[in-house]
Nanobody, 115 residues
Framework: QARLVESGGGLVQAGGSLRLSCAGSSSAFNMYNMGWYRQAPGKQRELAAGITTGGSPNYADSVKGRFTISRDNAKNTVYLQMNSLNSEDTGVYYC?????????WGQGTQVTVSS
């Protein structure tokens, strides 16, 4: 089964930046709207940013103006550039289709923002 693998997380100080990558094992993912989701400790998973097959982005209000989602179909990869990070951005970040499909949740990548 095709899968998605997230990478790029880490520990960063408040105000810093990280770039997350989501590599798909198949070019089939290029036919789907994709999303970056995040789950903060003790909270439900939420959609942080999405991108259509045509490259149109959409963002949660909490990340608008700070995060940028993009995709490179030649590499079967979706990116999330995160700037001006704050402690509320701490959590595990996952990519999946948008809306998400149950069988495609990966391990995610941990983002920790220290104040």
């Amino acid at each position: 089964q095709a899968r998605l693998v997230e990478s790029g997380g880490g520990l960063v100080q408040a105000g810093g930046s990280l770039r997350l990558s989501c590599a798909g094992s198949s070019s089939a993912f290029n036919m789907y709207n994709m999303g970056w989701y995040r789950q903060a400790p003790g909270k439900q998973r939420e959609l942080a940013a999405g991108i259509t097959t045509g490259g149109s982005p959409n963002y949660a209000d909490s990340v608008k103006g700070r995060f940028t989602i993009s995709r490179d179909n030649a590499k079967n990869t979706v990116y999330l550039q995160m700037n001006s990070l704050n402690s509320e951005d701490t959590g595990v970040y996952y990519c999946n289709m948008s809306p998400p499909l149950r069988g495609y949740w990966g391990q995610g990548t941990q983002v920790t923002v220290s104040s």
